[in-house]
């Protein structure tokens, strides 16, 4: 037995008179002694009063005091003020035999200053006659447990409030995280599209051969990003961006994906406009009836219509800077004087002249 087991055990004795005294002493008496200072989770003992009147060894190490220090202390002393009033109400309740024993969470303050999160189950030892004596309380501390949730709790708020929307599914593909962007987007909410697959939620218009070379790319990669159709809950086609990224287990295992969706149907519409009105423009150019062509602030040819082709006597490439300000190969005066490329009317415009009608 430790040293504070026998100081503890003399400590027992004195207070217990020669009837406990007796017991501790007994071999089945020290052992329970022994297995009450040395358990892996803590222990304390207080008056009615509340003062305690007896610790182990892990209460002591979950609040910082030493033994003898605990023991002019009272639950007051090392309660956060906030949540000592919500556990004398219920410490009232057990002296007064409406409650057999109650259990809480709250907030210590360690000798430190610290101040941690624990777990307390408390219940009355009473006489054979049912007279209240002390209280025992079995204490965990519970810091980690209530960081992992703060941390949790807050990737869930930051889930649902990213812009975004955040679809997590398994190996299979079937929904595990439906945040609320996701929701907006599509029109299903979590509880419709928990659990089924996202290609029948999405109606991915993405075929088999489509859809392998993005997962062999996320899995070689970490990562795959696509342009895909899907479509919302009333059948209206959507055109996303779609961030995938494989997520792995303990064990290192693929455990399934986590996706980021972006709409881009506006930006897609407005692509599909611009390639319609370029069509039309190119319709309009083709059937001009004079030659017609553009180039660029250096005269590189950049377009150029049938006529143009025509009257060149050629295809000239486009954006070939070695094709400057005309498409021909030769260019005259009309007066049978050769002409260079860079004295042509589309040069001389170019480099800031004003032509005569005539030109």
């Not at 190996?171 to 909410?189: C, H, P, V």
């Not at 290609?199 to 970490?222: C, F, G, W, Y």
């Not at 004087?337 to 170019?350: I, Q, W």
Request: aromatic letters at 8%; glycine letters at 6%.
């Amino acid at each position: 037995m430790s040293s504070k087991a026998k100081e503890n055990q003399g400590s027992l004795r004195s207070k217990s008179g020669d009837k406990v005294s007796r017991s501790i002493a007994s071999p089945n008496g020290k052992r329970l002694l022994s297995t009450y200072l040395s358990a892996p989770i803590g222990i304390a003992e207080c008056s009615l009063e509340g003062m305690y009147i007896s610790a182990n060894e892990e209460f002591c190490r979950i609040t910082g005091f030493a033994r003898e220090e605990l023991l002019r202390r009272s639950i007051k002393d090392i309660s956060y003020e906030d949540d000592y009033a919500s556990e004398m109400v219920l410490h009232e309740q057990l002296i007064a035999g409406e409650i057999l024993s109650y259990n809480l969470e709250k907030r210590y303050v360690r000798k430190d200053g610290e101040i941690i999160w624990v777990q307390v189950k408390r219940s009355m030892v009473r006489d054979p006659k049912e007279k209240a004596l002390y209280t025992i309380g079995i204490v965990q501390d519970i810091t980690a447990k209530r960081q992992a949730e703060a941390k949790i709790q807050y990737q869930a708020h930051l889930l649902e409030n990213v812009h975004d929307a955040i679809i997590a599914t398994d190996d299979k593909l079937r929904i595990t995280a439906w945040n609320r962007a996701a929701q907006e987007l599509y029109g299903w909410s979590a509880p419709e599209v928990l659990g089924h697959s996202i290609v029948d939620v999405a109606q991915s218009q993405l075929t088999h051969e489509q859809r392998n070379p993005i997962l062999e790319q996320m899995v070689k990669e970490k990562f795959a990003l696509a342009e895909v159709i899907h479509h919302h809950k009333d059948g209206r086609p959507l055109y996303v961006e779609a961030r995938s990224i494989p997520l792995h287990g303990d064990d290192g295992k693929l455990a399934g994906y986590i996706t980021s969706v972006l709409n881009i149907s506006e930006r897609k519409h407005m692509e599909l406009a611009l390639r319609e009105s370029e069509e039309r423009y190119r319709n309009l150019f083709d059937l001009v009836p004079v030659p017609t062509y553009a180039c660029d602030a250096d005269g590189v040819i950049l377009e150029f219509n049938q006529s143009a082709v025509e009257l060149w006597g050629r295809i000239p490439e486009k954006n070939d800077r070695e094709e400057r300000y005309c498409g021909s190969f030769k260019i005259y005066y009309p007066d049978g004087r050769p002409m260079s490329h860079g004295e042509c009317p589309m040069a001389r415009v170019l480099n800031g002249e004003t032509l005569q009608p005539h030109e």
